[in-house]
């Protein structure tokens, strides 16, 4: 039997000059080729006409906590505004979680990152509950939306694996039962010592688990939080360095410039990643100080120009810690430019990377991610003439498509604008920056096999 075939024409690869034309058979690329306007080739089942709109694979989203998400207010909202009473408040709803609870909100969220065209996701799970009903939820919604997204799971302990009863034996526990990814969170650990000490279980765990490892990592404006050289270490020392991941690391924000030199050749050296929540640790840190006010954020730019590789995550939508959010990867990309001040044209290019190929280089997807024949046929069609501008206009995907389906689509839709005497449509291109394409006239047909006979 043959799968369902898809075409996709004329597509503008980011950063590749000349535009390409792709097939799909059995939710596999097939060929990947410059484009050729007069082809031959016998219609597909689907056929796709980009007509030079940008075509990315899709959007990874390597930091989220799929649990905790669209609980904001319950049961009080957080007044402060810190990590802390956000950690607070969800202790207080965690004895209400459910099974139905946390299928009915993550499905929603994964839903809405399906939509923005998020086709990989990896979901912090707080592991510190000796009912693990989170953890049991989201392995079973894992295996439910696998045809669309793939769901990878941290054992996440929220309130410490030294500092809370059993933590250690609740970690192993949801390992276990099925996490991928082994997390740890030594900046709230009671003391240093145990921080550190939670480092090397997590690493241990996931050595004989054959695990993932991403740990929350000096999420706190103090600049005596240095956990990461610690997780850095055990990589580099075990050689794990590309499945260890530090997330947030807003403490480096705080560092002073002969400390953080050592630790760019550390980090680069140990070949760990780093996720950077822009638009959720502005919002979280700083809270403690007066003016000037520190931004809390990892030192992104320069831990790339070291060869580190960094991605941007969105941590949270509606939850104790940020009430707003959709999980949309183009406005991470966005706050990432502002935030870390990426706005040079490579460096804008760079944040489009970070939510796409840099994310996947943080959860391993390796041959399972990527525009090559061979690789799985999932892939998002934006109405941009590049990655800046996509960023820049916050477009929403013209499609989605996963292993070979399209899984979602929407219309362009522009302001109608009454001006001088004329209507015009408005959304927002600057003209010349679409010279060479013409993807406003981007179409899709599903009827690819009519008028032949088989
Ligand atoms: N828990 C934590 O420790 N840090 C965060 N940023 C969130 C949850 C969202
Ligand atoms: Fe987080």
Redesign the pocket.
């Known amino acids: 039997m043959t799968g369902a075939t898809l075409r996709v024409r004329a597509a503008r690869l980011p950063g590749r000059p000349d535009l390409v034309d792709l097939e799909v058979r059995d939710g596999r690329f097939t060929s990947v080729a410059t484009h050729d306007p007069g082809t031959t080739a016998a219609p597909a089942d689907v056929e796709i006409d980009a007509a030079g709109a940008l075509l990315s694979p899709p959007f990874v989203e390597p930091h989220i906590?799929l649990d905790?998400t669209l609980t904001a207010g319950e049961p009080r909202w957080n007044g402060s505004g810190t990590?802390w009473e956000?950690?607070a408040v969800?202790s207080e709803r965690k004895p209400d979680v459910t099974r139905d609870d946390v299928l009915d909100r993550a499905e929603q969220v994964l839903r809405w990152q399906a939509a923005h065209g998020v086709l990989h996701v990896r979901s912090?799970c707080d592991v510190t509950d000796p009912r693990l009903v989170a953890l049991d939820a989201l392995v079973e919604l894992r295996d439910r939306v696998r045809d669309v997204i793939g769901l990878q799971i941290v054992a996440f302990p929220?309130e410490g694996i030294l500092s809370f009863p059993d933590g250690e034996k609740l970690l192993e526990e949801a390992v276990r039962r099925g996490a991928d990814v082994v997390g740890a969170?030594p900046h709230?650990e009671d003391t240093r010592e145990d921080g550190v000490r939670s480092i090397e279980v997590a690493v241990d765990l996931a050595e004989r688990y054959d695990r993932l490892v991403d740990a929350?990592c000096d999420?706190i404006d103090d600049e005596h939080s240095r956990f990461v050289e610690v997780l850095a270490t055990q990589a580099l020392r075990r050689g794990m360095g590309e499945r260890v991941t530090a997330s947030?690391t807003t403490a480096m924000g705080s560092y002073g410039g002969a400390y953080a030199y050592k630790l760019e050749r550390l980090l680069s050296r140990s070949g760990i990643n780093l996720v950077s929540?822009p638009l959720?640790?502005l919002a979280?840190q700083g809270r403690f100080d007066s003016y000037p006010k520190r931004r809390g954020l990892t030192r992104v730019k320069e831990m790339l120009a070291a060869g580190v590789n960094v991605a941007f995550g969105s941590?949270?939508v509606m939850?104790p810690?940020?009430p707003l959010g959709t999980a949309n990867p183009l406005l991470l990309a966005h706050t990432g430019v502002v935030a870390a001040q990426m706005t040079g044209q490579a460096e804008i290019a760079e944040t489009f990377a970070m939510v796409t190929e840099r994310a996947a280089r943080v959860l391993a997807l390796g041959q399972g991610y990527g525009i090559e024949a061979g690789r799985p046929a999932s892939f998002v069609v934006l109405p941009a003439s590049s990655p800046m501008d996509a960023i820049r206009r916050q477009v929403r995907p013209r499609w989605v498509v996963a292993h070979g389906r399209v899984v979602a689509s929407a219309e362009p839709a522009p302001a109608r604008l009454r001006w001088l005497g004329t209507e015009v449509d408005v959304d927002f291109v600057r003209s010349r920056d679409e010279a060479g394409t013409g993807w406003r006239a981007a179409t899709i047909s599903t009827d690819g096999g009519a008028g032949s006979t088989d």
């Open positions: 906590h905790a990590l956000g950690i969800w912090h929220q969170i709230f929350h999420e947030h929540n959720v640790n979280l941590d949270d939850d810690w940020f």
